[in-house]
């Protein structure tokens, strides 16, 4: 019995990454379900070695915590950086909201560090546009911190992609629970 254990566990694990890489004008997929691209697996790899990273990579999806994100109904940025994070392989509420101070002030988010959007996930907040990587690593690590937030709305950041491809440096500063800032990721591009 065992022999056919791995064929079935290959045949459906590609039934199901099938779903997941479907395109945008497939009629069955809802708008608001997050694309993600499978890459190619090595074929140097054995058979067992393909489903190991297989099962490896959604089990680490799976442990992503929930996150919401309050935003301005009519921001598209903010909807960028939603897109930005459902790739990444978070599952993203998104809550409409015209008042976003109360909510800042609610999550510890200093005035000075705003954004035009503001997320909380797994006991953090993250304001503005912070990069998938850098809320997984907060997630990883995690700091005694109330958050990390990327003030303002920098050119290149994930969400903040324009056509001519300008991009602008920018800091990921962390919101320590003591209320010090400390710079947690810097990005060039």
């Known amino acids: 019995m065992k022999r056919f254990a791995l064929p079935v566990v290959v045949v459906l694990l590609s039934m199901n990454l099938a779903g997941c890489t479907r395109s945008s004008s497939d009629p069955a997929e809802p708008s608001t379900t997050a694309k993600r691209e499978i890459p190619p697996l090595d074929d140097k790899l054995s058979m ?94 995690k700091p005694d911190a109330l958050g990390i937030s990327v003030p303002g709305m920098p050119l290149g950041s994930p969400g903040m992609e324009v056509p001519s491809g300008e991009t602008q440096p920018y800091t990921v500063t962390m919101i320590n629970k003591d209320g010090s800032l400390s710079i947690f990721s810097s990005h060039s591009k």
């Open 48 to 141: 067992e070695q393909k489903v190991a990273v297989l099962k490896a990579d959604m089990m680490r999806e799976a442990a992503l915590p929930p996150m919401i994100v309050y935003k301005s109904p009519t921001c598209n940025c903010c909807k960028l950086w939603v897109e930005h994070m459902e790739k990444a392989g978070f599952k993203v509420t998104v809550r409409n909201t015209p008042q976003m101070s109360p909510i800042r002030q609610k999550l510890g988010v200093p005035a000075t560090l705003g954004a035009c959007h503001t997320a909380s996930v797994g006991g953090y907040f993250v304001e503005g546009h912070v990069p998938a990587s850098d809320v997984k690593r907060l997630l990883k690590d």
